[in-house]
């Protein structure tokens, strides 16, 4: 049976894999495309990996070990931005390497190291994005203050881009009208995401554009 374009034998046999589906469009065929990059996983410092635990500790209500579409559900509900059933799955099936409908500590771990590491923006990140926000939301409030993004940022970006990262997360003004930090929700934090990772996308095929063009002349 003769594949899509730019579809190889094995991202068709990837478990997963949505047959019939552009590769643009299909989150398995692109992590699977980016994987000369992420070749060797990025390394998790130890702050790191434990707010990672603390995050997944408090997402699993549970406590089996695995996250599944209701409590991701009930965790956005409390975090004001209630999300469609759907798109959790979505979010699951982005990162669940074994298929069984849920995300075990494994998948939450290597999803983390895939979207830290990830400069193309290829790598799915609904679910980073809202364990991102929980890491820094200590106290899961809601809400996060320059203050609280400052030692992760610190250890991930070094001190260099730690002007930068807190840019992107809190834009220009990061104090409110009456002089106090800004907090942001996870919404405002979400769109502010979004943004950066558009822009990485589309630098990325400017980038591809110019190489492209390069090759032809």
Request: proline share 1%.
């Amino acid at each position: 049976m003769a594949h899509m374009a730019g579809v190889s034998d094995e991202m068709a046999q990837m478990p997963g894999f949505r047959r019939g589906v552009a590769l643009a469009n299909n989150h398995r065929g692109a992590t699977l495309e980016n994987s000369e990059y992420l070749a060797s996983k990025e390394n998790v410092q130890p702050v790191e990996l434990e707010n990672l635990k603390r995050v997944f500790k408090w997402l699993d209500t549970k406590k089996d070990d695995r996250l599944c579409v209701q409590e991701l559900s009930e965790a956005l509900v409390k975090l004001g931005h209630k999300t469609a059933r759907d798109q959790i799955e979505l979010w699951i099936w982005e990162v669940d390497d074994d298929l069984d409908q849920m995300v075990g500590w494994e998948e939450f771990l290597t999803m983390y190291q895939r979207c830290i590491s990830d400069q193309t923006g290829n790598e799915p990140r609904n679910l980073f994005n809202l364990v991102q926000f929980l890491m820094y939301d200590k106290d899961f409030h809601g809400r996060i203050s320059v203050e609280q993004t400052l030692q992760i940022i610190y250890v991930r970006h070094g001190r260099s881009n730690l002007d930068e990262e807190i840019k992107e997360i809190f834009g220009d003004q990061q104090k409110g009208s009456d002089g106090q930090e800004l907090k942001i929700t996870f919404s405002q934090f979400l769109a502010r995401a979004n943004a950066r990772l558009s822009k990485m996308r589309w630098q990325k095929k400017e980038v591809t554009k110019v190489a492209i063009s390069t090759r032809r002349k």
